[in-house]
């Protein structure tokens, strides 16, 4: 797990039906809140779905080449047919905390098929640009309510590989018993450290640091459609 990188570059070589039947075992082997089994994954077999998947998400060279991608939905639609089936009410689905439940049960299965495939010598990348437009990924994949595409996952045999990236200085992520902004270190040295790491890697090199590109990611809001979104799904988002 120490050695994770992403992999944005891969051989054009599909993946086999026991190797996809383990990384679907390993989705479905992880931790669920209350056992809800809140997820699906679809494999994206078809070109002309994928092809737009991968013109949505800004990913298109490593989602069309790659072993397989698999988008990964918040589900809960199983749960609302059962509701349904009962003659019950729906409402308990719609409250945020049910959307965290769903989203955070979708993570934990991808994180698991993530560390599955590296342990086979596969390489991974998460795909959040299929947001880009997740109104229209969720029309293409035929969502039903109560259901979300969280993110993509494309899996496939590397061929070329970043360094690791370096992570945050552990004092500025873990503390003991509060939440301990003294212990924070200035980052001043980790700047300098993605600096060098974004100047000297393999591919997509940018002159760059932690502190820079964070600001410039949340400097305004991104993807303003994704409420209303999830309100058309049947979240109430309170
Ligand atoms: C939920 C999620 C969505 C992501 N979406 C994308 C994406 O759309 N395109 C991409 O190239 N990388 C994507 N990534 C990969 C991150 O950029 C990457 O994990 C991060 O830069 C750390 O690098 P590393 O994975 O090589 O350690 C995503 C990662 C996560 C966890």
């Not at 992880?30 to 077999?45: D, K, L, Y």
């Not at 299929?130 to 997740?134: A, F, K, V, Y």
């Given at each position: 797990m120490q050695k994770?990188?992403?992999?944005r570059q891969f051989k054009d070589q599909p993946l086999s039906a026991d190797m996809k039947q383990q990384l679907m075992t390993a989705a479905q082997s992880?931790?669920?809140?209350?056992?809800?089994?809140?997820?699906?994954?679809?494999?994206?077999?078809n070109k002309t779905i994928k092809d737009e998947l991968a013109e949505i998400s800004n990913s298109a060279p490593y989602v069309k080449k790659s072993?397989?991608?698999?988008?990964?939905?918040a589900d809960l639609y199983r749960?609302?047919?059962m509701l349904k089936d009962a003659k019950k009410s729906t409402?308990?689905?719609?409250?945020?905390?049910e959307l965290l439940v769903a989203s955070v049960d979708t993570t934990i299965a991808a994180e698991d098929m993530a560390v599955a495939a590296e342990s086979l010598g596969l390489g991974i990348c998460y795909i959040g640009g299929?947001?880009?437009?997740?109104r229209r990924v969720a029309e293409l994949l035929h969502l039903p309510r109560f259901?979300?595409?969280?993110?993509g996952m494309t899996i496939g045999f590397p061929e070329n590989k970043n360094q690791v990236k370096p992570r945050l200085p552990?004092?500025?992520?873990?503390?003991?018993?509060t939440y301990d902004i003294s212990s924070f270190t200035d980052l001043t040295d980790y700047d300098q450290q993605i600096h060098n790491y974004y100047l000297n890697r393999g591919s997509n090199n940018q002159s760059t640091d932690w502190t820079e590109k964070n600001v410039d990611f949340f400097k305004e809001i991104r993807r303003d459609d994704i409420g209303s979104f999830l309100k058309d799904q049947g979240f109430s988002l309170n």
């Open positions: 994770h990188v992403s992999v992880g931790s669920s809140s209350n056992f809800v089994q809140a997820f699906s994954v679809i494999e994206i077999s072993g397989v991608f698999y988008v990964f939905v749960q609302s047919k409402d308990g689905l719609k409250n945020m905390e299929i947001r880009n437009d997740i259901t979300f595409p969280l993110f552990k004092s500025n992520q873990f503390s003991v018993d």
